[in-house]
């Protein structure tokens, strides 16, 4: 019987003590590899641009934005970078009041690309609040879109449902759909903690209910009220957000237009010319600044609450029944909604 040698009596050769070692750190090194893959695959890496800081100070040092009224209020402004691209392609004035959470307040886009948000003007804004705060009651509750909410919480400290920062819908172009995970991830770390559960929920049915007929909006809106008096806000820009929520329910499109000297004859016409040019149906037209308005163009969707409530070539906000039109200003418009007691009709 041959037997073999056993190892153990074989003679040590240089450097074989350090050939466990090795196997250990290869196949450490192995999984560190597969964990790293495991990271990258799904880690949601960078958003395509981020928010810098240029300026801050107090509300006297952006008396731009008018609010004289709000000492108390801190204000920071970022300009928004795309990657690859030097100049801004939009700016954000954003206000706090003490240790709380920064609020939006005035979004510029300096491109005709909607990204993370839709234009506003604090102009508007601020004569907006000062009108509820001067007739709506104290105990009055406002249903808006969570950013309008926002802002009129903090301009006029009225009750809104939505107190939070939502993030949503995701405005972003549809060639960065891809990397959808990696803006939502920068825009929490940006903004803080999300919405909690229930104001979520909530801000779903909000957008049922702007996206229902009329009869059936004004039922969902007095049911997120409750026995509260309410009043409901719209701006012109809810409805391309809406449209992001509900894309099955409105067929729409947006589109910039240049303001050619005061020309409202010719802008009129070239926004006609396209809406029949790309078969919408009717549209509305949205005030950015003297340089330029922004269309919104319908197709399908012109029965929906929301579009009954703005200013369409083919709807009456004043003859509507279901909530009653009691102020306008700017691309804000503003109902009562029916008590229960009272219904509409």
């Not at 903004?191 to 229930?198: K, L, N, Q, T, V």
């Not at 802008?267 to 919104?296: C, F, H, I, M, P």
């Amino acid at each position: 019987m041959i037997s073999t040698p056993s190892r153990s009596a074989e003679p040590a050769q240089p450097g074989s003590k350090f050939l466990p070692l090795l196997g250990t750190l290869l196949v450490t090194g192995g999984f560190l590899l597969l964990g790293w893959l495991a990271y990258v695959s799904l880690s949601p890496g960078p958003a395509p641009y981020n928010y810098k800081l240029v300026e801050e100070g107090g509300v006297d040092k952006f008396a731009e934005l008018g609010l004289k009224a709000w000492p108390d209020l801190a204000v920071s402004k970022y300009e928004v970078y795309v990657e690859n691209v030097k100049k801004p392609v939009a700016v954000a004035h954003l206000v706090k009041r003490g240790e709380e959470a920064p609020v939006l307040l005035e979004w510029e886009s300096l491109t005709s690309e909607l990204l993370t948000s839709v234009d506003s003007k604090s102009s508007e804004l601020v004569t907006l609040a000062e009108a509820i705060a001067k007739h709506a009651p104290k105990d009055a509750v406002i249903l808006s879109w969570w950013d309008t909410s926002r802002q009129i919480e903090l301009l006029t400290g009225r009750d809104t449902l939505f107190p939070s920062h939502h993030g949503e819908p995701v405005i972003i172009p549809s060639h960065w759909n891809e990397r959808s995970d990696a803006i939502k991830s920068y825009e929490e770390e940006f903004w803080g903690d999300p919405a909690p559960a229930e104001e979520r929920r909530k801000l779903q049915r909000f957008a049922d209910a702007l996206a229902a007929d009329a009869g059936k909006g004004a039922g969902i809106l007095r049911e997120l009220a409750g026995s509260r008096e309410a009043y409901v806000i719209v701006h012109i820009s809810d409805l391309y957000k809406l449209g992001l929520m509900r894309p099955k329910l409105l067929d729409l499109a947006y589109k910039s237009f240049p303001m050619n000297s005061g020309n409202m004859h010719g802008l009129v016409n070239s926004v006609k010319r396209w809406k029949t040019e790309n078969d919408y149906k009717t549209y509305t037209l949205q005030s950015l600044n003297d340089r330029a308005v922004r269309g919104y163009f319908l197709r399908d969707g012109q029965d929906t609450l929301l579009a009954q409530m703005l200013p369409f070539t083919e709807t009456r906000p004043m003859e509507l029944e279901e909530v009653q039109l009691i102020y306008q200003h700017g691309g804000y418009w503003v109902y009562k909604v029916p008590s229960i007691e009272s219904p509409a009709g």
